[in-house]
């Protein structure tokens, strides 16, 4: 079987990011967001693809991003769209039946900007901050359990829908033993762990991007 990684097609690439701080990666260089490291992975695998176009904030909930889509002039022709998403929902006390509606609103919104191919959109799961420095303070047990809950929402729709799934929550809770995975405000991801994040999620994004 043909490995999609060794398969770029021809032609330039566009890519879209959507989500949160997890995203636009909050307190790394920009060299570090796992998005940007994924578009270096699938460069050196012979991909022409662009830097990501990033809409994505630090503390968005699903309707921050909402509205933030509602303001940027994107178009239908990204070949590849990916989106990670529900942190702060679960932060804020959000109810998980709020975020379901507004996950899968924004999952059809992600294949319209893909150009309505739902096999070019991936979609990660929420990591685990309980397990951060940060998280110490709050009931690590009680986040793990609640974070659960709502990667357990995105990842019914997403598989429901036929998309790439990306599960990056395991190696989110390697951090407990492991602090270089942790960035500097001892809450958010490093670079390294980022980087882990893009190698997992390097053959769906092949994948996507070599579909016709």
Not at 179 to 193: E, K, R, T
Request: proline share 6%; aromatic share 8%.
């Amino acid at each position: 079987m043909t490995d999609p990684c060794d398969a770029p097609p021809d032609g330039e690439l566009r890519f879209l990011a959507l989500g949160d701080s997890y995203t636009i990666g909050q307190s790394v260089p920009e060299a570090d967001r796992w998005v940007v490291q994924l578009a270096e992975l699938l460069r050196e695998r012979g991909f022409d693809i662009d830097n990501p176009e990033i809409v994505a904030q630090t503390g968005w909930t699903t309707r921050d991003l909402a509205k933030a889509i509602e303001s940027h002039d994107l178009q239908a022709d990204y070949q590849l769209v990916s989106l990670l998403i529900g942190v702060n929902n679960q932060y804020r006390g959000q109810s998980e039946s709020d975020y379901a509606g507004d996950f899968a609103e924004l999952l059809d919104q992600a294949i319209t900007f893909a150009g309505g191919n739902k096999d070019r959109v991936i979609v990660l799961s929420i990591p685990d901050w309980g397990v951060t420095p940060y998280g110490a303070n709050f009931n690590p047990a009680v986040v793990s359990e609640e974070i659960n809950g709502f990667n357990a929402i995105n990842r019914r729709i997403t598989e429901e829908a036929g998309i790439a799934y990306i599960d990056v929550t395991p190696i989110s809770r390697e951090a407990v033993d492991n602090p270089a995975l942790i960035a500097d405000d001892s809450l958010h991801p490093s670079g390294v762990m980022y980087g882990e994040w893009a190698k997992l999620a390097l053959p769906a994004a092949c994948a996507a991007l070599s579909r016709e």
